[in-house]
C-alpha cells in the first residue's frame, strides 16, 4: 500500500467540520477506495473552540499560512472563504510550496480561476474545486469528464438554494418575499447578510465556473448579467401560477452566434418543466449536448455533509492519482468567447403593470409595444375598479431585449400606469 495522502485543512467553519468528520467516518473506506490512507495532518482556524470533532491526532494552527508554510501536507484544502485576502493568499502559496488545492470557494474560482489553473499547471499540481458549484451535485466532474466528449449550446440551472426556497415558500404559503426572509435567516437557511444569496451573486459566480467548463472560456465574472429574486412579489407568483408557469432564479450560460450569454435573473419556466419541479433547498443543472442530449443533475446544493462529500470526492481524486485540466482544457487553451450583451439577447416577457383604468389606457400602452415592434401574446386583467390601480400582466411572443425595455420606459411614463412595471423573462424548457 502507499504512503497516506496527508491533508492539512484551512477553515474549520460548517465545511471544514463536514471534511474533517467525513475524513475521520470514511477513513476505512476512503483506504479501500484509494489504495491508500488520506490523513488529517493539520488544521488552521484562528478559533479553537470546540467544533465536537476528535482533534487529537493533527496539528492545530491559528495562522492558515504558517500552516501552508511549515505543515507537511501534500494537499491544501481551502474552507475559509472570500475572493481576496488569506483564501487566495493560501491557494498562491499552496501552490508555489507544489501542494495540491481543493477549495470549495466559488467566489474565489469565479474571480481568479484562471490565474490559479494557470499556476497550478505549472506547479504540476492539482486546482480541484467541485463543492464550489452546486454542492454536493458532482457537476462540474460530470461536464468535465463524464460528458466530457460533448459539445454544449446551453446549461442553466438552481444554483443557490435559499433563493429557490424562498421561492417555493412564497407559493406555497402565499407568502411575501421579506416574510420569507426573515423566517429563512431564523431557521438558518439564509445568511444575516442575505445580499450574496437574494441578489444573486452566489449564482453568478457558479454560473461563471459552469461557462468556463462548458464553453472551455477564461472565467469570466464580470461578463454575468445578475439580477435576484428582491423584486418577485406573490402577485407574480400568483400570476405565473394562472399562466402555467412558476417562478425560477436561474443561472443560464448559452452559446449563441454572437458569443456567450451569462445570466442570472428570476425566470418564468413552464410547470411542466423537469427544473420547476425542483423545490426547496435544492439545486439542479440541467446541460443540453450535442451527442447525450439533455441531461439534468438535482441535489443537495450546500450544508455541512453534501459539500464535504464533493470536497472529499477532490480528495480522492489525487490520492488515486487521477489528474485532469481544471477546466476542461489546460488554462492556456481556455478561450476568450465573447459576451451576448443583455439588450441583445432574444426571449419571450412577461410584464405586470399597475394601471388606473382610464379610456384609452389600453390602445396607448398596446401603441407603445407596436412602436417597438413587440408582438402580445396574452393579456390578463383581474378585477375592474374604476379610479383604482389594478393589475394588467401581458407576455409577449420573442422579441429583442432592447425592444422589450424601451417599450416598458414608455408605459412607464403614461399617466395611468402607477408603478414601475416588474418584468420576468420566460424560458422555453
Ligand atoms: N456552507 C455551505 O453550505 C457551502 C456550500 C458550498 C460551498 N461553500 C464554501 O465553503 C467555504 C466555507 O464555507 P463555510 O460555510 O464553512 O463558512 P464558515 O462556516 O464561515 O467557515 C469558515 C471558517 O474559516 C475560519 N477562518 C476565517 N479566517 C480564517 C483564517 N485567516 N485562517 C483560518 N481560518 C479562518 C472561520 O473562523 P471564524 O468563524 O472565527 O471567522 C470559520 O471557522 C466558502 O468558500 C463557501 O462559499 C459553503
Known sequence: MSEPLKVAVAGVGTIGVGVVRLLQ????????????????????????????????????????????????????????????????????????????????????????????ARAAEAAGVALAYEAAVAGGIPVIKSLREGLAANAWTRVYGILNGTCNYILTVMRERGREFADVLAEAQELGYAEADPTFDVDGIDSAHKLAILASVAFGCQVDFPAVHIEGIRHVSLMDIRFADKLGYRIKLLGIAARTGQGIEQRVHPCMVHHGAAIASVEGVFNAVVADGDFVDTIMQEGRGAGERPTASAVVADIIDIARGHRVPAFIVPADRLERIDTVPMADHRGAYYFRLMVVDRPGVFADIAGALRDHDVSMEQVLQQGRDPGEPVPVVMTTHETRESDMAAALHEIEALDAVVEAPRMIRIEPF
Open 25 to 116: 467516518e470514511q477513513a476505512d473506506l476512503l483506504e479501500r477506495r484509494c489504495g491508500r490512507g488520506v490523513r488529517i495532518v493539520a488544521v488552521a482556524d484562528p478559533d479553537r473552540r470546540d467544533r465536537g470533532i476528535p482533534v487529537d491526532s493533527f496539528e492545530w494552527y491559528d495562522d492558515a499560512l504558517a500552516m501552508v508554510a511549515e505543515a507537511d501536507a501534500d494537499v491544501v484544502v481551502e474552507l475559509i472563504g472570500g475572493s481576496e485576502g488569506v483564501a487566495k493568499q493560501l491557494c498562491e502559496s499552496a501552490i508555489a510550496a507544489g501542494r495540491h488545492v481543493v477549495t470549495a470557494n466559488k467566489a474565489l474560482i469565479a474571480h481568479h480561476g484562471t490565474d490559479l
